[in-house]
Nanobody
């Protein structure tokens, strides 16, 4: 059974940091492009960052550029999202998703076949 499990969310003060993990089971992440998405209350889900399976290239939404870093550890079959300098507007449920194939990643939801259950990130003082 193919499964993605996010972890690492929680409550953090503005300016703080969190590292989210996206662990895969039932398949090898090496051959999947991975995206991180988030959905805040009352808003549509949006792409945050993604990492390609073809060349490891990474992409970020303008709102997180310079603060978030996506990386993958193929040995652990896990993708990470390091989030620094967190702001209240980063509060959302964060999801990881996997798109099969050797390809350049996208922050459009459509191509992603597999999704995790989400992890809550709350940035508040």
């Amino acid at each position: 059974q193919l499964q993605l499990v996010e972890s690492g969310g929680g409550l953090v003060q503005p300016g703080g940091s969190l590292r989210l993990s996206c662990a895969a089971s039932g398949f090898t992440l090496d051959y999947y492009a991975i995206g991180w998405f988030r959905q805040a209350p009352g808003k549509e889900r949006e792409g945050v960052s993604c990492i390609s399976s073809s060349d490891g290239s990474t992409y970020y939404a303008d709102s997180v550029k310079g603060r978030f870093t996506i990386s993958r550890d193929n040995a652990k079959n896990t993708v990470y999202l390091q989030m620094n300098s967190l702001k209240p507007e980063d509060t959302a449920v964060y999801y990881c998703a996997a798109e099969p194939g050797i390809r350049r990643a996208t922050m459009e939801e459509g191509p992603y076949d597999y999704w995790g259950q989400g992890t809550q990130v709350t940035v508040s003082s």
